[in-house]
Every structure is written in C-alpha cells, then in structure tokens.
C-alpha cells in the first residue's frame, strides 16, 4: 500500500514562512523521487521542485529558486517543502507525488517537471497567501 499525504497548509501573511510536509509509506526514499507540484485557482498544476531517490539532490524550477527549499528526512518517510518569503501568487493547493527512481527534467540545480512520469499523488494541502 503506497501511501502519501501532504500536510503543514493554511493561511499565512505575505511575506511570512511555511513548511509543507509529504508523509509517504509503501515505498523507500531510496527508490523514489519525490515532487512537489501546485495548482491556483484557474490555472494548470505546475511543478515546484524535487529530490532525488539516488541521493537526495534537489532541483528547483527557475522561478522559485532561492525561496523555496526542499529537503527529506529518510528514517521518517517524510520530505519537507520550505516556503519563504511567500506572496499572494503562492496561494495554491499543494501536491506531493512520486515517481519510481530519478527525475526526468532534471539539469543542474534547475528542474523543468515531466508530470506524466508521476504516477503516484497525494490529495493536497491548501496555502492561502493573504494579509
């Protein structure tokens, strides 16, 4: 049973801090690649960022890099998105999936997400960005 639930959403004020947590079971860190994805209101899903099951690099897609910070805990089966510096724009539901071994779309620090490798998502968490 391959399970993983997001955690850690709610309201925040611009300019203020969160951390997302990705709780996953029936699969190994070690053996998947884990992403973060979100999706705002009217608009398509987009990917945020990922870390590697090989040994746990972290790409980012170029937009959010230097905010946002991706990490993983392997003896809680947990990985962890940090979000700083947030603004309204970040307002969104927050999606964690899985994909079996290394990311596609990977180079360098940077990841440009190929969302059909993904088979494996959670339900999501909602961040509201508003003062």
């Known amino acids: 049973q391959l399970q993983i639930v997001e955690s850690g959403g709610g309201l925040v004020q611009p300019g203020g801090s969160l951390r997302l947590s990705c709780a996953v079971s029936g699969l190994t860190l070690n053996d998947y690649s884990i992403g973060w994805f979100r999706q705002a209101p009217g608009k398509e899903r987009e990917g945020v960022s990922c870390i590697s099951s090989r040994d746990g690099s972290t790409y980012y897609v170029d937009s959010l890099k230097g905010r946002f910070t991706i990490s993983r805990d392997n003896a809680k089966n947990t990985v962890y998105l940090q979000m700083n510096s947030l603004k309204p724009e970040d307002t969104a539901v927050y999606y964690c999936?899985?994909?079996?071994?290394?990311?596609?779309?990977?180079?360098?620090?940077?990841?440009?997400?190929?969302?059909?490798?993904?088979?494996?998502w959670g339900q999501g968490t909602q961040v509201t960005v508003s003062s």
């Open positions: 999936a899985a994909t079996r071994g290394t990311p596609g779309g990977a180079v360098g620090s940077s990841w440009y997400p190929v969302f059909y490798e993904f088979d494996y």
